[in-house]
């Protein structure tokens, strides 16, 4: 059984999806998850792209053990240059350049002939090579680009020194049949194929970046590239969960296996969809709610009877497990730190403190704690950004005859400031107050409010994403009274606003 590798493309590709930008601790947080899956490659970001993306991948590189650290670099000097700062401490680094190859790309935006694009891309595999021997290369646009060109290319690269081949289909328009007859032809033309790593990299635009990947593994591809919760640009890239899961579930009919953690896959979808505030439909293979959901009666009496019957799938193997652990208010801070080891976090002595705080407040209101609580806790600790504004108290008053009103006391440059107001709902009340208080000009695109665990006394999970001057920004915020996570929600946003606007202003 050979292993296909599993580059994961979350914090670059994904994080270009619009409304998922990520902070510099956010994206660490999800590499050292991504690392715990056991990916084989994360592409950390493009380090050329902005400051905050060097930052990301310089920390990774620095704090994550475990997979190869990448960054993406066009075909360009400065780009390679400033991909190998970023990644040069990382005990395994590459380097991913690209350059486009088909005729729409090269006359419409490059403006160069097919000779052109294929010197650069030669010469820039070369200069990559002078810095790693690692160095993955990919014809953009590869499913568009003629195919006797693009095995001359491949062949060029591979003779460079580029150790992975990367065959993308930029605008997720190839079909499986014909996408896996590509990956076999350029397998049969290019004549030193067999030195390089064939990977993948499939778009989603008809909902075939999935089936593209898996018709090319079928055809000897040995990388997909992919990302949690098929996020990513448009309509997204193939998704890890998805093409994970077929090949566990069908090694009979791949003959291939992942180096993936399964165990770790539900887990790795949850942070993500906190993180950038994009939740997962109902529906979605693997890591959607009605997943492993059996409604019909027919269904459930086989299943009752033996679970292959209609499941080909345990919930166990991707994490989902029925919450076993439960502590309350008298938990001690050693007991709940190793159930945190256990679920695979390991805190810094700060940010352990913190979830602590959030730990003993919740467990006032709360009878009991899942890990589904205390993953909630742990991911506001290690996420905090720096505090331009903090939720000091809040009162609410409401009811079916009263127009709602909110007091919100918040902690701004040292100085506590309170505002009073209505509005349409206790939210609404909350929402107007905070935004007098701040100032902000931003607007809200999206408003989500989901419990963690069952019962009434749940944690309350709320999302919110904020338009501001173009660009989106998500806040999370979760609390047994779902007004409260309301308001921290929307203060996380703002302080996330404010943080970027810092560095932007720090920039220029
Ligand atoms: O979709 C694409 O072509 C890309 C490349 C940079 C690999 O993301
Ligand atoms: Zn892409």
Aim: with cysteine; hydrophobic share 40%.
């Amino acid at each position: 059984m050979r292993t296909v590798k599993i580059f994961d493309t979350t914090l670059r590709d994904g994080e270009q999806s619009p409304g998922a930008s990520m902070n510099v601790d956010e994206k660490l947080q999800v590499a050292k998850q991504l690392a715990r899956l056991g990916v084989d490659i994360i592409e950390a970001g493009f380090a050329i792209a902005s400051p905050g993306d060097f930052e990301a991948i310089k920390r990774i590189s620095n704090e994550v053990e475990g997979p190869v650290i990448c960054s993406l670099a066009r075909a360009k000097e400065a780009d390679i240059k400033s991909a190998w700062e970023a990644i040069k401490d990382a005990s395994k680094k590459r380097i991913h350049t690209f350059h486009s190859t088909s005729d729409i790309h090269l006359k419409h935006q490059f403006r160069i002939d097919r000779n052109e694009a294929l010197k650069r891309s030669v010469n820039m595999v070369r200069y990559a090579k002078s810095f790693t021997d690692d160095v993955e290369f990919s014809p953009m646009d590869a499913t568009r680009t003629d195919v006797g060109y693009l095995c001359e290319v491949v062949e060029a690269v591979i003779e460079a020194g580029a150790l992975t081949v990367n065959i993308p289909d930029t605008v997720g328009y190839s079909i499986p049949e014909e996408f896996g007859a590509m990956i076999k032809e350029i397998r049969q033309r290019v004549k030193n194929i067999h030195k390089a790593v064939i990977a993948v990299h499939c778009h989603n635009d008809l909902g075939l970046a999935t089936s593209n990947s898996l018709a090319a593994v079928l055809n000897g591809a040995g990388q997909i590239e992919c990302t949690i919760n098929g996020i990513g640009e448009r309509a997204g890239n193939c998704s890890m969960e998805e093409v994970v899961m077929a090949i566990k579930t069908r090694g009979d009919l791949f003959n291939a296996r992942t180096n993936i953690n399964t165990e770790e896959i539900m887990k790795s979808s949850r942070l993500i969809t906190k993180i950038t505030g994009m939740s997962v439909q109902p529906n979605k293979a693997i890591v959607g709610a009605n997943a492993f959901a059996h409604e019909s009666g027919i269904h459930q009496d086989g299943l009752l009877k033996e679970k292959t019957t209609y499941e080909i799938i345990r919930p166990e193997t991707i994490g989902l497990h029925k919450t076993k652990f439960v502590f309350g208010k008298h938990s001690g801070s050693n007991a709940i730190r190793t159930r945190l080891k256990e679920l695979g976090y390991v805190l810094p002595d700060d940010q352990f403190m913190r979830a602590m705080v959030g730990y003993k407040r919740i467990a006032d209101q709360k009878k009991d704690m899942f890990d589904e609580d205390l993953e909630a806790l742990v991911s506001e600790a290690v996420t905090k950004v720096s505090e331009v504004f903090s939720l000091v108290d809040m009162k609410i008053s409401a009811g079916m005859h009263e127009k709602p009103k909110a007091m919100i006391k918040l902690k701004i440059k040292g100085k506590d400031k309170q505002k009073t107001t209505t509005g349409d709902g206790p939210v609404d009340a909350v929402y107007k107050a905070i935004a007098f208080l701040t100032g902000t000009k931003s607007r809200l695109l999206k408003y989500e409010v989901k419990s963690i665990t069952g019962g009434t006394d749940a944690l309350g999970e709320v999302m919110v994403a904020l338009e501001d001057n173009g660009k989106s920004m998500s806040g999370h915020g979760a609390d047994t009274d779902i007004i409260v996570a309301s308001a921290k929600a929307y203060v996380n946003a703002l302080n996330k606003l404010a943080a970027r606007k810092k560095k932007n202003t720090a920039r220029l």
